[in-house]
C-alpha cells in the first residue's frame, strides 16, 4: 500500500482507503488541548497479525471463545484513535475530537490522565518484532495530518512505555524511532 494522504474533518480522517468503525469505547475530553501523540502497539492473540480481533476488542465484541487468551481480556473497555495494520491499512475508531482510552494511568511531563490531552495510535505488532516500512510510511503521514490540526503535537510524541513506564513497554525496542522521526523530517 502506497503512502496515504490524510485530511482531517470534524476529528475524522477523510480518505477513502481508511476503514471507519465507530468504537463505543470513547468520552468527552476535560480539556480542549490536544497536545499528545502516543505511539503504541497491540497483536491479537499476542504476536499474531491479521484478522479482526483487535478491532473486536475495540467494538467491545472480542468473543472469549476464540483464543484462551482472550478470556483474560475480552470484557476491557478499550480503544485508540488509529490501528495502522501491517500492510499499512488505516483504521479509525474514535474521532480525534474525542477521548480514547488507550493509555490508562499514565502522565506524561508532569500531566496525569494523558487520555485527556493525547491522540493514540495503534500499531499492529509487538515490542520484539520489526514493524512494516508500510507502517511507518503511514504513521509519518498521520503524523503530519494531525500535527496540521493540532501544532501542540509536533513537539509532543511519546511511547505508551514513556507515559506509563511502569505497566507499558511498547511500542517496543523493536520501534525506529530515529527512522519515523526522519520521515517526519526532522530528529527526536
Known sequence: MEKLNFKIENGLLINDEVQ??????????????????????ISLPP????GDYITDLFMGRLDPKADVFFEQ????????????????????????????????????????????????????????????NEQYLQLAALTQAIQHQYPQISNNIAGH??????????????FEWSYYFSLLGRQK
Not at 29 to 37: A, K, P
Not at 47 to 50: E, L, Y
Not at 95 to 104: L, V
Request: aromatic residues 10%; contains cysteine.
Open 20 to 41: 471507519q468503525f465507530a468504537s463505543p469505547h470513547f468520552d468527552e475530553r476535560e480539556c480542549d488541548d490536544i497536545s499528545l501523540l502516543v505511539v503504541h502497539n
Open 47 to 50: 504476536k499474531q497479525f491479521g
Open 73 to 132: 481480556i475480552y470484557q476491557l473497555r478499550v480503544s485508540a484513535h488509529c490501528l495502522i495494520r501491517r500492510d499499512g491499512q488505516v483504521v479509525q475508531y474514535v474521532p480525534f475530537t474525542k477521548r480514547a482510552w488507550h493509555a490508562g494511568l499514565s502522565n506524561y511531563q508532569g500531566r496525569d490522565k494523558c487520555n485527556d490531552f493525547s491522540i493514540g495510535i495503534e500499531l499492529e505488532g509487538a515490542d520484539d518484532i520489526n514493524y512494516t
Open 161 to 174: 512505555c514513556d507515559i506509563a513506564p511502569e505497566r507499558k513497554t511498547d511500542p517496543g525496542e523493536s
